[in-house]
Nanobody, 124 residues
């Protein structure tokens, strides 16, 4: 089992940037594909981005493509989400997730372990 701790959220103005971090402990981090999801009030959890175990391939939701970048540092057991050109509609609780299998699917059900979430609020 792996434990995940999300951090880096906060309040930012539209057009600004934030970098989220998710640090893992408990198992070999490089054995896990990683994803970021978000959930706004009254809405279902939605896929944001994912990265393969090696970091060689990524996948993005259309709504964030070109603005967000997912990356990982396996030596530091950490996955990042760099968020640029933020919009008010990006406001949500952001969660990192891990799966010990090949592939980087967009379904939340495909991920086994979750962080506690970090709040991102973008003001207009």
């Amino acid at each position: 089992q792996v434990q995940l701790v999300d951090s880096g959220g906060g309040l930012v103005q539209a057009g600004g940037s934030l970098r989220l971090s998710c640090t893992a402990s408990g198992r070999t981090f490089s054995n896990y594909a990683m994803g970021w999801f978000r959930q706004a009030p009254g809405k279902e959890r939605e896929f944001v981005a994912a990265i393969t175990r090696s970091g060689g391939s990524t996948n993005y939701a259309d709504s964030v493509k070109g603005r967000f970048t997912i990356s990982r540092d396996n030596a530091k057991n950490t996955v990042y989400l760099q968020m640029n050109s933020l919009k008010p509609e990006d406001t949500a609780v952001y969660y990192c997730a891990a799966r010990p299998r090949l592939g980087i699917p967009r379904m939340a059900e495909a991920y086994d372990y979750w962080g506690q979430g970090t709040q991102v609020t973008v003001s207009s």
